[in-house]
């Protein structure tokens, strides 16, 4: 009796697997998608042009692989997007940053030419 | 046999020389150079202090990625390499961001310095120009109290000069007087002196006393006498005649107390005519001692 009950057990359990890893996939395909589309384009463009791209890119290739089936795979593509898309993230507000210190240098330069005139 | 014993020796040796580059192969070029991006991330301050966490997932998935590579697991590796490669860029964007920022605060304390400089400056070039500005403003009320002083001194000495003229005029009103380039000139035309001589009769001396008084009155006045005569007779008769009538008139106003410093004696003789010498009026008028109150 316990072994039947083992076997069925085991067998929902074998079932259950590819639909689970399924919902990662999807799961994990939605957040890399919602995080990218928080990006300003525009921003990123500018600032992490090339990270950009190949965020872009991942992104495609994990839903290329979602809808061929292969989870595994949309998975991985889908952590890449979403390293990526941090990554320009930061890059963005690093370039925001050196902007500032560039208009400071220049204010700089400017006030010291006023106070040599 | 002995060949074929040889043969599979050669093979065996061979595919064992094979299976061992097989189980070993060169990490890619790839694979290094995330290691060595990664090492240099781990020595720089900035980026290990703000992605350490990343620098730790970097270097999980970089040994999983080489790992991987050497066991030709290429999905595993590519994938491995990706999220290795990707945390070392995130951790370096971070020590990136930290770094901008120490260098914002550094210009920030520099600009304040600045600022803080050139308002000093400002407000010194502003005492500057205030104390100028005050300098010209005393030069100015300067220039103008002595131009109220010298309009003030003009004003007196005109004040003086009219209060003279108008002295002299009250004590001199018995003369015929005429304002000359020396100053008040009273005209004497009717003083007698006998005869021609410059002995002044006694009504002469009378009609000398207003003068007497007015020099008496006014210490500091200086007078001039000249005499004139017509043109009757010889000329250095007449020169000499009109100089000792004219010091006749100063020697009586030394007798009334008069000092002869402030006497000045000339004659003319008839050299200065006021009138036609061919008339009886003409001739008379000719005949006069002149006094200036000189200035």
Redesign the interface.
């Known amino acids: 009796m316990n072994k039947i009950f083992a076997a069925v057990l085991l067998g929902g359990a074998l079932l259950a697997a590819p639909a689970a890893f399924a919902d990662e996939a999807r799961d994990t395909l939605l957040k890399a998608e919602a995080q990218i589309e928080a990006l300003d384009s525009a921003d990123a463009a500018m600032a992490a042009s090339v990270?950009y791209q190949e965020t872009q890119l991942r992104l495609q290739e994990a839903r290329d692989a979602e809808a061929k089936g292969h989870d595994e795979?949309s998975v991985?593509r889908s952590?890449?997007a979403a390293?990526?898309g941090?990554?320009v993230q930061?890059?963005i507000?690093?370039h925001a940053?050196?902007r500032?210190?560039t208009e400071?240098?220049t204010?700089?330069e400017t006030?010291?030419r006023?106070?040599v005139s | 046999m002995a060949h074929y014993l040889k043969t599979t020796a050669a093979i065996a040796a061979l595919t064992m020389a094979l299976a061992g580059c097989a189980s070993a192969p060169e990490p890619s070029s790839r694979l290094l150079t995330a290691e060595q991006s990664l090492m240099a991330a781990r020595a720089d301050p900035a980026t290990v202090q703000m992605g350490r966490t990343s620098l730790e997932k970097a270097g999980v998935a970089l040994a999983d990625a080489r790992e991987h590579y050497m066991d030709r697991d290429e999905d595993d590796y590519i994938h491995a390499i990706r999220m290795g490669e990707g945390y070392v860029a995130l951790a370096k964007a971070r020590g990136g961001q930290m770094k901008a920022e120490a260098e914002i605060a550094a210009l920030n304390a520099e600009r304040a310095e600045i600022v803080s400089e050139t308002r000093k400056l400002e407000v010194a070039r502003a005492e500057a120009a205030t104390l100028d500005a005050q300098s010209e403003t005393a030069s100015a009320e300067a220039r103008a109290d002595q131009s109220d002083a010298s309009a003030a001194t003009s004003r007196a000495l005109t004040a003086q000069a009219e209060a003279r003229e108008k002295a002299l005029r009250e004590e001199l009103a018995d003369y015929e007087l005429k304002q000359s380039a020396l100053g008040m000139t009273m005209i004497l035309q009717d003083l007698q002196y006998a005869t021609n001589s410059a002995v002044l009769t006694a009504g002469a001396q009378g009609r000398l006393a207003p003068l007497a008084n007015f020099l008496r009155k006014q210490p500091e006045a200086r007078i001039q006498v000249v005499g004139h005569t017509d043109a009757q007779g010889d000329d250095a008769f007449n020169q000499d005649l009109s100089q000792r009538r004219a010091a006749s008139v100063g020697a009586y106003l030394v007798t009334t107390g008069i000092d002869a410093s402030r006497i000045e004696a000339i004659g003319k003789g008839e050299s200065s005519p006021v009138a036609s010498n061919d008339t009886v009026a003409g001739r008379t008028a000719n005949r006069r001692v002149e006094v200036t109150i000189l200035d």
Do not use: C, S, Y
């Open positions: 990270d795979e991985w952590q890449e390293l990526h941090e990554i930061e890059k507000k690093l940053l050196e500032t210190v400071i240098k204010g700089i006030l010291r006023e106070l």
